[in-house]
């Protein structure tokens, strides 16, 4: 006769994804804060007049007197660090959406529903965070997408924002299927907004992600986003 299976410890679905919706939340508020704090750092070069590779010596080899070095030095190297741990943090809450995708569907092929699990709702997921958050919940219904992205350069503006390969664009600051012109529009757009916060709606796995992504010259690459983007 054989042995009666054990009796199984493992999470329900439920619980499964409440812990990875905490988790996930826990991983934005981290995102956001580094965001904050790379802000205010990238605020004191700004106010320097300085970027991230302007020179801090003159043409004769010596300290420019008129810079403050040693804060100057201090941010950049701050900046580097910042901007590696913003990317893994990023790489973490990806891998987690894909589990909660994963999750979702597998709750959804054990009832035959298409709901997610009732007790996390999209609503009181989001409501403690900002619209520049990701919202690992919000499961796309109605919007249409129009774009996808096609490539996307390592240590680019758009790569530290979270916009990854296949991703699918369904708004791009005020740009959505009815007025992108053939993606010409999101081209002038970005050309007017270097330097300045866009808002961006992708669909990644069938889940809604909002980002932010700021366009910027001089970050190593071609363009300021370092992506590209195919009409779909």
């Not at 958050?133 to 240590?155: C, F, L, Q, R």
């Given at each position: ?103 979702k569907k ?107 992504v700021t ?18």
């Amino acid at each position: 006769m054989g042995l009666m299976p054990p009796v199984s410890n493992s999470p329900t679905l439920q619980s499964d994804y409440d812990t990875l919706m905490t988790d996930a939340q826990k991983l934005i508020a981290r995102k956001d804060k580094l965001e904050q704090d790379l802000k205010e750092l990238e605020d004191v070069l700004t106010s320097a007049g300085v970027g991230m590779d302007t020179p801090l010596i003159d043409n004769e080899g010596f300290p420019r007197s008129e810079l403050d070095i040693h804060t100057i030095r201090a941010s950049r190297n701050m900046i580097y660090r910042l901007r590696n741990d913003h990317r893994d943090i990023m790489s973490e809450i990806e891998k987690i959406l894909h589990r909660i995708h994963q999750v979702k569907k597998a709750n959804d092929e054990a009832t035959g529903t298409t709901t997610a699990p009732s007790t996390s709702s999209p609503s009181n997921t989001t409501s403690s965070t900002s619209a520049s958050n990701m919202n690992p919940s919000t499961i796309i219904e109605g919007p249409v997408a129009y774009a996808i992205v096609n490539a996307v350069a390592p240590d680019s503006p758009a790569y530290a924002a979270g916009l990854r390969r296949n991703d699918h664009i369904i708004q791009f600051g005020d740009i959505d299927s009815t007025n992108h012109d053939r993606l010409q529009a999101i081209n002038r757009l970005i050309v007017n907004m270097e330097e300045q916060e866009l808002p961006v709606t992708v669909l990644r796995d069938g889940i809604q992600l909002q980002i932010i992504v700021t366009p910027r010259s001089g970050w190593g690459g071609r363009g300021t986003l370092g992506c590209h983007l195919l009409p779909l």
